[in-house]
């Protein structure tokens, strides 16, 4: 059974860093899709960013572009996001998910392709 868990969440000013983890365990398939979603109070599940296990070439939604960088440690199963000048607006739910190979498209993981979902992690503006 494939399981995330993220953690790394708190409470962080406006313009801080926060760096966000994801444990994955039980894949099987040698490929696939992972990234962050998050959604803020009252608002969708947005995507933020994901990256293919084999082709490392990551995506960024046009929110986070610049600010925010995602990263896989395949040795330790392991998948970050590091999130830097965080703003106010910002404060969320951030989750991990997890997309068969065969619906990635490297350009932003799609909610109802997501196989597998994490608890979630909450930042929140300490501003």
């Known amino acids: 059974e494939v399981q995330l868990v993220e953690s790394g969440g708190g409470l962080v000013q406006a313009g801080g860093f926060l760096r966000l983890s994801c444990a994955t365990s039980g894949f099987t398939a040698p490929d696939y899709g992972i990234g962050w979603f998050r959604q803020a109070p009252g608002k969708r599940h947005e995507g933020i960013s994901c990256i293919s296990r084999s082709d490392d070439v990551p995506w960024y939604a046009d929110s986070v572009k610049g600010r925010f960088s995602i990263s896989v440690d395949n040795a330790n199963n392991l998948v970050y996001l590091e999130m830097n000048n965080l703003k106010t607006e910002e404060t969320a739910v951030y989750y991990c998910?997890?997309?068969?190979?065969?619906?990635?498209?490297?350009?932003?993981?799609?909610?109802?392709?997501?196989?597998?979902w994490g608890q979630g992690t909450e930042v929140t503006d300490s501003s």
């Open positions: 998910a997890e997309e068969a190979q065969k619906y990635y498209s490297g350009s932003g993981l799609k909610k109802n392709y997501v196989g597998v």
